[in-house]
């Protein structure tokens, strides 16, 4: 519960929700990734107001479907490169939060709900990621998962790895 208010408090804090939003705009850009985000207006935000430059789009869910499977590899490793390397992740992707520009491109909207994502957890997502590709399903579930925080420690898994 604490959690939670904390993070509906933060995310009515705009200069937090400003702050996230030009950091995530600086990391995206060190990296090339295609995707839009809006330029602050510093000067014109504060605690409780936020400013941003204006994006025409259309929200990806009503995008034509052929734009919205041309978008899915985009969004896959946008937020991969979120998770595994920038180490922070835009944590409310719903479909208000994400649009289409009319060139194409996609575009990151709302960044008053962002998550750090410390070095242990994105080595172990990392892990995890390769182990499940690999086929490697007790690695997966006997350590992984332990690692991540969605098993205790002491569990035995014998009964959850797939025969």
Known sequence: MECFAQGSYMELDYEHEAFNQ?????EF???KCKVVVPHV??????RR??????????????APREQI???????????????????????????ANLFVTP????????????????????HALVSAIVNLLSGDFDSLIGEDCKKLGFLPHDMDVTELKPI
């Open 22 to 26: 030009i950091r995530f705009k600086t």
């Open 29 to 31: 850009a060190k990296r």
């Open 41 to 46: 207006l510093e000067e014109f935000t504060s």
């Open 49 to 62: 107001v936020i400013t941003s430059e204006w994006v025409n789009g259309t929200k990806l869910v009503d």
């Open 69 to 95: 499977r041309q978008l899915i590899p985009v969004g896959v490793e946008l937020f991969l490169t979120q998770l595994l390397d920038i180490g922070a992740f835009h944590a409310d992707p719903h479909p």
């Open 103 to 122: 060139e194409g491109e996609l575009c990151l909207l709302d960044f008053g709900l962002c998550v750090d994502v410390d070095e242990c957890s994105r």
